[in-house]
């Protein structure tokens, strides 16, 4: 099952397919935007994605099409201990 926010978030993206949407058990996943990467505005899928609670982890080039993946923010990595 998909994140409503994460849902919410790539609707407002333009180009974005949200029925492309791919998560998985641990939060990850992809979608795709039917454009090429140099014709997105990376700042603007950035914040959408963090508004949401996720950030960006990189894209893959497909032929005109993009795969923009995504994790969670807080995904356990890094961090101070105490």
């Known amino acids: 099952m998909v994140d409503d926010a994460l849902e ?3 609707e407002s993206i333009p180009d974005a397919d949200p029925d ?3 998560q998985y058990d641990d939060g990850r996943g992809h979608f795709l935007i039917e454009s090429d990467a140099d014709e997105q505005d990376v700042d603007e899928i950035e914040e959408v994605l963090e508004a949401a609670g996720y950030e960006r982890d990189g894209h893959v080039p ?3 099409l993009t795969q923009q993946n995504f994790r969670p923010i807080d995904d356990g990595e890094g961090g101070e201990s105490e």
């Open 62 to 64: 497909v032929p005109e």
């Open 8 to 10: 919410e978030a790539v």
């Open 20 to 22: 492309s949407i791919a």
